[in-house]
């Protein structure tokens, strides 16, 4: 543990769930805002909820979010996320292929477009694990550990 960490005893550890969502070479991202990584480019995603598998949580979110529908889901990586200190998540995340369906807004107090994007010409400004999502989807990796900004730069 890096001895600028000071644990707060009330902070627990949070699970989340990502999707890469393929079409036709591209990946479904939409933009973020009202929460943390606003303006950054994410994939359908969020928080596991308690008594739901992974697999459940990603559908679930998949619907509340955007609405499409979905085939071949599989597991595509885990990554121990601290970049947005003092949140912590670990994030299960899952790939599938677009199967039907029109993307939609239907969270407008949490993104404001959806679009696809061409996988080897993302946004810059990509959310959390969604770049380890696309080196774990092309190179077959599946374990990413991202660290606090802070401790990134002490040990570079």
């Known amino acids: 543990m890096p001895a600028t960490h000071k644990p707060n005893q009330d902070a627990r550890v ?87 369906g029109d993307p939609q807004v239907l969270e407008p107090h949490k993104l404001e477009s959806w679009g696809w994007y061409n996988v080897d010409d993302l946004p810059g400004n990509l959310f959390g694990a969604v770049a380890q999502y696309v080196e774990a989807y092309q190179a077959g990796i599946s374990f990413f550990s991202m660290p606090r900004p802070e401790d990134a730069a002490a040990v570079a």
Do not use: M
């Open 14 to 100: 949070k699970v989340g769930v990502g999707l890469l969502l393929l079409k036709d070479g591209k990946v479904l991202l939409g933009k973020r805002k009202g929460s943390h990584g606003s303006g950054e480019y994410a994939g359908i995603g969020g928080h596991l909820e308690y008594g739901e598998t992974c697999e459940q949580a990603i559908l679930r979110e998949t619907a509340e979010e955007c609405g499409v529908q979905v085939r071949n889901l599989r597991f595509l990586c885990v990554s121990d996320l601290l970049t947005y200190w003092p949140k912590h998540y670990v994030d299960v995340g899952f790939v599938a292929d677009w199967a039907a």
